[in-house]
């Protein structure tokens, strides 16, 4: 229980391999502690994570769940510091291919945290977070640093 609530978000195989116990042991103490009402589960894509019961609202699971996969958290990052951005600019900074990016925006549109639109006179078409939600993730950042490499914004 204390590994889940000092690492809100982690996954069952991440809770096996950091604390040096078999998937089995982990698999029964998450059932019984989820049974208990102890803790919550979160499913993000293929994983389920975990946090400590009420410590967290869905926008802010959903968030550090996302900081916790490397490309989607930078994303998070990058719009957090500097928004709206431009499609273009955004892969740049993140050094990946406008496909990938493409791959990650729907997913984050999808799940209702990024918009996309012509914004503020733009010219073309950008990205920015749903309102509220830089402040989770700023807050995230802050609270898991070592979650997210945060990227540099030219």
Same mark, same amino acid.
């Given at each position: 229980? @204390?590994f889940?609530?000092?690492?809100?978000?982690?996954?069952?195989?991440?809770? $096996?391999?950091?604390?040096?116990?078999?998937?089995g042991?982990v698999?029964?103490?998450?059932?019984?502690?989820?049974?208990? !009402?102890?803790i919550?589960?979160?499913?993000?894509?293929?994983?389920?994570?975990?946090?400590?019961? /009420?410590?967290?609202?869905?926008?802010?699971?959903?968030?550090?769940?996302?900081m916790r996969?490397?490309?989607?958290?930078?994303?998070? /990052?990058?719009?957090s510091? /500097?928004? *709206?951005?431009?499609?273009?600019?955004? @892969?740049?900074i %993140?050094?990946?291919?406008?496909? /990938?990016?493409?791959?990650?925006?729907?997913?984050?549109?999808?799940?209702?945290l990024?918009?996309?639109?012509?914004?503020?006179?733009? @010219?073309?078409?950008?990205?920015?977070?749903?309102? !509220?939600?830089?402040?989770?993730?700023? @807050?995230?950042?802050? $609270?898991?640093?070592? %979650?997210?490499?945060? *990227?540099?914004?030219?």
């Amino acid at each position: 229980m @204390a590994f889940i609530l000092t690492n809100p978000g982690v996954y069952m195989r991440e809770v $096996s391999e950091d604390l040096g116990l078999s998937m089995g042991v982990v698999q029964y103490h998450i059932w019984v502690l989820a049974r208990d !009402g102890e803790i919550e589960e979160c499913r993000t894509g293929r994983y389920r994570r975990f946090f400590g019961a /009420a410590k967290y609202e869905e926008d802010e699971r959903k968030v550090i769940s996302l900081m916790r996969q490397g490309t989607a958290g930078r994303i998070l /990052a990058a719009l957090s510091e /500097a928004q *709206p951005m431009q499609h273009s600019k955004l @892969a740049d900074i %993140l050094g990946i291919s406008s496909q /990938a990016l493409t791959w990650h925006m729907k997913r984050l549109l999808t799940m209702g945290l990024v918009e996309a639109g012509v914004f503020q006179g733009q @010219a073309t078409r950008a990205y920015r977070l749903v309102d !509220g939600i830089a402040q989770v993730v700023r @807050a995230s950042a802050f $609270s898991l640093p070592s %979650l997210v490499d945060m *990227p540099v914004i030219r």
